[in-house]
């Protein structure tokens, strides 16, 4: 199993940015994928998830209060990718992000992909 995130930048305070995440190596159902971040001096913090196998509504998505209104994630399933829509950036979301996956089995995480730098200057 390999995840393969992308599309990190620098942009500036209120730009937006998508990045990607390429999931190969067996399917994905009954897991769920997520994203995470690492700002900066700071510890790796949950960004937002969803079922991999669950319908595409907003129900199906969670996300962490600091991105609630701002980021959203998608899926296509055709491709294996999952994708992490970032709008409205803030300096604060300066942070290398990574994707990851765990079954629904797990209490945590156990699959990742190497982060992706995003940079939101002011």
């Known amino acids: 199993v390999q995840l393969q995130a992308s599309g990190g930048g620098s942009v500036q305070t209120g730009d937006s940015l998508r990045l990607s995440c390429a999931a190969s190596?067996?399917?994905?159902?009954?897991?769920?994928l997520g994203w995470f971040r690492q700002p900066p001096g700071k510890e790796r913090e949950f960004v937002g998830a969803?079922?991999?196998?669950?319908?595409?509504?907003?129900?199906?998505?969670s996300y962490s209060d600091s991105v609630k209104g701002r980021f959203t994630i998608s899926r296509d399933k055709s491709k294996n990718m999952i994708y992490l829509q970032m709008n409205s950036l803030k300096p604060e979301d300066t942070a290398v992000y990574y994707c990851?996956?765990?079954?629904?089995?797990?209490?945590?995480?156990?699959?990742w992909g190497q982060g992706t730098l995003v940079t939101v200057s002011s």
């Open positions: 969803t079922r991999w196998s669950s319908a595409a509504d907003v129900a199906s998505m």
């Open positions: 190596g067996r399917t994905f159902s009954g897991y769920f």
């Open positions: 990851a996956a765990r079954h629904f089995t797990q209490s945590s995480y156990n699959v």
